[in-house]
């Protein structure tokens, strides 16, 4: 698809539709630097959890679909071995790289970016041979894509119960996947009225199988959009904003568009050192800063303060997998408060579900929602049974130099994967010092190994 330049201001009239086709035009050089180079810590901690979660059932289950798939060519890379057509690849590899729940999120969003938007853009990548710069710069405009979708669609159309991982995201996907591809102008837009009436996904699925399978589809469907509109299949003009479009059928006050498009929102993406769901990440980091010392059996009970939307998706009182565990604030205060690596995968099992002590502990924690503090926030009380109450309280939105962004992703590499971190980290010292010389193919090849 042919790119454009900024050198000509926004126009005030300019329709959303037709403003997300330019941003998803954009040169890399019109890209902001901080951007791009965010975009690839985005990549390798996107390659750290498909790694790592290539070995989780879900992750078997969805290989064991993909080789029943006969008829097509089999050109994209998988991860945990193997290739497969470029549809079936995104759809297995956004499962599996979501499969630990230890992925990247936008709070604007309410959202995973990359396990939705990464494997469509590596399967196309793949096919048109493209470097790992071409990759950065369509998953950063699909990212882009996404978020301002999601923040039209805004917190109500999340709280009703829509993923948007699979819904906002099969959109940044499509332009992903478009823009590696070269579609046109009409292509794109055929190729988003397209995605329009496949995005879906729902929050019920949060707990199970389902919810990682929620982010193989919004990729799916972005390049099974791309690849339709490539054959010539027609769409609606505008299948997004237009009348009985996707943002008028799934939400019902929407946010107004805001269209600039030099105001990159990815810089506002939030990464996870904790392998469950981001909404408890501030409570663990909190009490992370007080927790030396304290054994389950001090606690008197836990008071928690957090933002009401998490209300319905992070405090499941008694789950029952390893899974659901990811969702509880009960079972992590008491993981922290017992000295528990909550950044280890591989510790979220069925047993832990079922584990008498934490059951125990989990009949002391009181949560609320607190409208004061933002989605990124949590704040309490650990009181003690010798009278002491510790304070204390978390901000997931102060930024992290990026220094220490890449030292803490390394560290998470290193944590979740041991030695085979190593590969990973040497590739991306390769993208940093020359991104359009690094082949999407030798990303390809890693994810296979």
Known sequence: MPETSLAAPDSPVVRPLDALIGLARLAPSDCPSEALALAQVSLVDWLVCGIAGATEPVA??????AA????????????GGGHAPARMAALVNGTTSHALDYDDTHFDHVGHLSVGIFPAALAMAEAQQASAEALAAAFLLGAETAIRLGTVLGAGHYNRGFHQTATAGAFGATVAAARLA???????????????TRASGLKSQFGTMGKPLNAGIAAANGVEAVQLAQLGLTSADDGIFGPQGFVETHCDAPVPFAGGLRDMRFADNRYKFHACCHGLHAMIEGLRGIAAGI??????????RTNPRWLRVCDLKAPRTG?????SYAWLAGMVLRGLETGEGGIYTDALAHDPGLAAFAQRVEV???????????????????G??????HDLAAPLPPAELMRRVAGKARAVLGARAEPVLALMQRIEADPAGVPARDIGALIRA
Do not use: I, N, W, Y
């Open 295 to 304: 054994d389950l059996a001090q606690v008197d009970r836990l008071e928690l």
């Open 60 to 65: 078997e289950k969805m290989r064991a679909f």
């Open 68 to 79: 029943a798939e006969q008829g097509a060519a089999s050109a994209a890379s998988v991860f």
């Open 182 to 196: 070269g579609l046109t102008e009409p292509q794109m837009r055929a190729a988003l009225g397209l995605c329009a």
């Open 388 to 393: 002491r109450a510790l304070r204390f309280s």
């Open 323 to 327: 899974l659901e565990v990811k969702f």
């Open 368 to 386: 609320t929602g607190d409208r004061a503090l933002s989605d990124q926030q949590g704040s309490g009380v650990l009181h003690l049974r010798d």
